[in-house]
């Protein structure tokens, strides 16, 4: 490890949908956030580890996005993202070039206008817009907040994110990694797998839907002896006899291409065959029971 070596925390805050997990993806080289184009995919703060070698160590926590909480989920939802910003050395604003200075931006902007630490604005999707809307965009963010820095990226091919990861390391304290270079989430291989079924989920179904659905995993052992397949039993919770009826399909069938899609998914994750034995349960009004929430590990608790 090299003298000058930084190590630090830094968070990702923005509205629903703004590319934050795809972001994280992308610098850390494989999924551990979820992506979706549905809004509030990220619920829990997500922790994962970027190492440079003799460089640097950057733990990024990924937040779920900052909007108008209808339900007790969403309250925890904001709690987290809200908790996580009083934690850290820098914070990351990702924003669209697309987008006008709403309501929500402006809500944002309040709330980082009170931390102590620097915040960089990123400009995301920039494959997506031209030169002069780059330019409105940073012009328009920049009346609500004194940025530290400004940076333009595309989290979906990469442009500019080694910019990006240069420029954080600018603003990181000297000191000694948090974790091992081989880190690289402190998720579980549990959580990861409930995560990756709720995207496939995501995917599939009606809009009215998934905001309303959790997974448990009931059941997750590894291979043994010469079988060499992991045994997977998952649960998909949804809050209505109506929408049990459109998670399982026809005959079926949209149970199992979500299983299918999952399974593909999952296999990769583990590098490994899985056997995934997918069910679904209701429980009315889950996201505004409290004590469901922290059967399923929404606790206000770890924030």
Known sequence: MSENFKSGFV?????????KSTLMNHIIGQKIAITSNKPQTTRNRIQTVYTEENKGQIVFLDTPGMHQAKNKLGEYMMYAAKSTINEVDLVLWLVEPDTKVGAGDKKIAELL?????????????IDMAD????????????????????????ALHGQGCDDLLDTIFKYLPEGPAFYDEETVTNQTLREITAEIIREKSLHALNDEVPHGIAIEIDAMKEPSG????????????????????????????????????????????????VNLKLFVKVKKDWRDNEYQLKNLGYKKEDY
């Not at 968070?11 to 590319?19: A, C, L, S």
């Not at 206008?113 to 999707?125: A, F, Q, R, Y």
């Open 113 to 125: 206008n009170t931390v102590d630490v620097p915040v960089m604005l990123i400009i995301n999707k």
């Open 226 to 273: 010469k079988k060499k397949i992991w045994e997977i039993e998952a649960t998909i919770i949804c809050e209505k006899d109506s929408h049990k009826g459109i998670i399982i399909g026809k005959g079926g069938s949209m149970i199992k291409k979500i299983g299918t899609n999952s399974r593909y998914e999952i296999e990769k994750l583990l590098d490994a065959q």
């Open 11 to 19: 968070t990702i805050v923005g509205r629903p949908n703004v590319g």
């Open 131 to 154: 030169g002069a809307k780059v330019g409105e965009t940073i012009s328009a963010f920049s009346s609500l907040c004194d940025f530290a820095e400004v940076v333009p990226v595309s």
